[in-house]
């Protein structure tokens, strides 16, 4: 676990990975098949649509612009600035520059928070206040997606990026001490063994009716 005066250091690290391979990245992730994910968001939300959804860590904005397509009011957040501007040109939605690490969300303003592989990039000792920075800036009622790689609580560096590998019963920990109801979880991709299933997605309410998270 890192110590606390080194968590900037290691998400500056992350970072710029991903502003030295911005392209490359969108070239590799375009056309993957998210829908499956997208879908558990948005049949968790409940009320009429059209819903108002952060995408956390949208990239270069592959999923921003499906949630437009489906009608909905989608805003990017990446902690890379070039990843903000290409979301911007490729959706068209509004995005924000900012570190997970360093939120500055507004109150209660979204339906669905979609974070699509990553909240595993933020610091164990870190995720304690982004999860109640999430919850803060749901409506109450709201709905957070996850989506991250699975593994057994390590957390470091594989190569040039930073993650944290939880299984379920650790990301339930932390979720639910953030003040989130748990609505359901599946492994992907679907169709295969377990062991072959990399990624854990969960899904998580904010209730209707609740005390601020702290």
Same mark, same amino acid.
């Not at 990239?59 to 489906?70: I, M, N, V, Y």
């Given at each position: 676990?890192?110590?606390?005066d080194?968590?900037?250091? $290691? !998400?500056?690290?992350?970072?710029?990975?991903y502003e030295?391979n911005?392209?490359q990245f969108?070239?590799? !992730?375009r056309?993957h098949d998210v829908?499956? *994910?997208?879908a558990? %968001?948005?049949?968790a939300?409940?009320? =009429?649509a059209p819903?108002? $959804?952060?995408?956390l860590g949208c990239?270069?904005?592959?999923?921003?612009?499906?949630?437009? =397509?489906?009608g909905?009011?989608?805003v @990017?957040l990446?902690?890379?600035a070039r990843f903000a501007?290409?979301a911007?040109a490729?959706?068209?939605?509004?995005?924000?520059?900012q570190?997970f690490v360093r939120l500055?969300?507004p =109150?209660?303003?979204?339906d669905?928070?979609?974070a *699509?592989?990553?909240l595993?990039?933020?610091?164990?000792?870190a995720?304690?206040?982004?999860?109640?920075?999430l &919850?803060? !800036? %749901?409506? #109450?009622?709201?709905?957070?997606?996850?989506?991250n /790689? +699975?593994g057994?609580n390590?957390?470091g560096? *594989?190569? /040039?990026?930073? @993650?944290s590998y939880y299984d379920?019963? !650790?990301w339930?920990?932390?979720?639910?001490?953030?003040g989130?109801? =748990?609505l359901?979880?599946? &492994?992907?991709p679907s169709g295969? #063994? +377990?062991a072959e299933?990399?990624?854990l997605?969960s899904?998580? +309410?904010?209730?209707a009716?609740?005390?601020p998270a702290?």
């Open positions: 676990m890192p110590a606390p080194d968590i900037d250091s $290691i !998400t500056r690290r992350t970072l710029d990975h030295r911005a392209e969108f070239e590799g !992730t056309d829908s499956q *994910n997208i558990a %968001l948005l049949d939300i409940e009320g =009429a819903y108002t $959804i952060l995408d990239g270069p904005g592959r999923d921003l612009k499906a949630f437009s =397509a489906l909905h009011v989608a @990017g990446d902690g890379s501007d290409m911007r490729h959706s068209g939605c509004e995005v924000w520059h570190d500055d969300l =109150a209660a303003r979204f669905g928070v979609f *699509n592989a990553a595993f990039h933020v610091p164990s000792l995720l304690p206040r982004v999860l109640g920075q &919850y803060a !800036t %749901l409506k #109450p009622g709201g709905v957070l997606f996850s989506s /790689p +699975r057994q390590q957390e560096w *594989n190569g /040039p990026r930073y @993650g379920y019963e !650790t339930e920990r932390h979720l639910t001490a953030a989130f109801v =748990a359901g979880h599946y &492994y992907r295969v #063994p +377990r299933q990399a990624w997605a899904v998580w +309410r904010k209730p009716s609740c005390a702290g």
